[in-house]
Each structure stands twice: as structure tokens, then as C-alpha cells.
């Protein structure tokens, strides 16, 4: 494992198994709490600010627990026309979701930020990227899902794996943010506070 040179402990605030395997690129040691926090939007609430709010939420939900931590939140929402596209949970609802997004982008909100307890400090950060699919045909659908059935994933699609193939472009200042945490902010946020990356 890397070290850091700040004597504080690593701690992700989240359950998700993607933003798991994207910080353990980092060769860092952390530890991983469930954050309780209600992500249902706030009424006439944008996108964004929504992502935003809730990454620190979660966050500052950990806190408690870890006195002498640095705390990870993030969260996404994905938006098409104006349409949340939360996680679908079931194929019935993949195949809604895939149904409505083709042909049209998605934009999928991604925020980040992290909290060093002792300190109050907050670093926090945006980063969108927007995903046109393809025309898709309801027999692309059904052998995408049945390939890959991604129910627990925001939009029904896994762009780092066979769902890249429904895509017609991808553009975002990073392509890890799409995945659930934009990592190129949060290493220079780790960075910012002593931890040694690479």
C-alpha cells in the first residue's frame, strides 16, 4: 500500500462496489461505511445541485465514526430531457430507461467531495459528462441486458464494459467520473492533504 505523509485514515462513504474498485486503483489503504442519508431530490432541485449536496451529505454522515478521518462522499444523477434515470433495479425498467435514452445524451452529474474532519475542511468538485446513445433497436436492448444486465447502475448502461457498444459518444473531463467518482479530482484532493499519489 501507499502511504501518506498526514497520519489520516482513509474512509469511503459508500456501499457502491464501482467506487470501491476506482479507489482501490490507488493502492491506498481505506475503510468503507454506509452513509444513511436520503437522496431524494429537493423540490425544483437541479441535477447538480442535487449530486452536490449529496456527496457531502454523505460525507458528513461518516463523520461521527471517524474523528481523525478524510472522508469521501459522491453521488450521481443522471438526467435525459429533463428525466431522472435512477437505478432501475429490475429488467423491465432497464429496458424503459434504454428504450427512452436512445438516440438522445444523457448527462450523468457526478460531484464529489471530501471532508477532513478535524479540520472542517471541505474540497468539492462537478464534473458531468454527457453519454449519447446510439438508435438503439429493442432487440440491441434485450441482448444488452441479457449480456449485461445493469440494473444497478444509473441510465442502464456500463459504459466501461459491454455498454460502451450503445454508445454513439462519450465526452467528460474524466472518464472515471462516469464509472460513479471522478478520480482526477479526488487525486489531487488526496494530494492536497498529504497523501502520497502516486
Do not use: W
Not at 12 to 38: C, G, M, W
Not at 177 to 182: F, K
Amino acid at each position: 500500500m501507499s502511504s501518506t505523509n498526514s497520519g489520516l485514515k482513509l474512509v469511503l462513504a459508500s456501499t457502491s462496489r464501482y467506487r470501491k474498485q476506482l479507489l482501490s486503483r490507488l493502492n491506498l489503504a481505506f475503510e468503507i461505511v454506509a452513509p444513511h442519508v436520503d437522496e431524494s431530490p429537493l423540490p425544483r432541485e437541479a441535477p447538480a445541485v442535487t449530486a452536490s449536496r449529496l456527496a457531502l451529505a454523505k460525507a458528513e454522515a461518516a463523520r461521527a465514526g471517524f474523528p481523525g478521518a478524510l472522508i469521501i462522499g459522491s453521488d450521481q444523477v443522471a438526467i435525459c430531457e429533463g428525466q431522472r434515470l435512477d437505478k432501475p433495479g429490475d429488467h423491465a425498467n432497464a429496458v424503459r430507461q434504454l428504450q427512452f435514452a436512445r438516440g438522445r445524451s444523457v448527462v450523468f452529474y457526478t460531484a464529489l467531495a471530501v471532508l477532513h474532519v478535524a479540520s472542517g475542511r471541505v474540497q468539492a468538485d462537478l464534473v458531468p459528462t454527457e453519454s449519447r446513445f446510439r438508435d438503439l433497436t429493442d432487440e440491441e436492448i434485450e441482448r444488452y441486458l441479457k449480456a449485461e444486465p445493469a440494473y444497478d447502475v444509473a441510465g442502464s448502461a456500463k459504459a466501461e464494459g459491454l455498454g460502451i457498444a450503445l454508445m454513439d459518444r462519450i465526452e467528460s473531463a474524466d472518464p472515471t467520473a462516469l464509472i460513479g467518482l471522478p478520480m482526477i479530482s479526488l487525486c489531487g484532493m488526496l494530494r492536497n492533504e498529504g497523501f502520497l499519489v502516486p
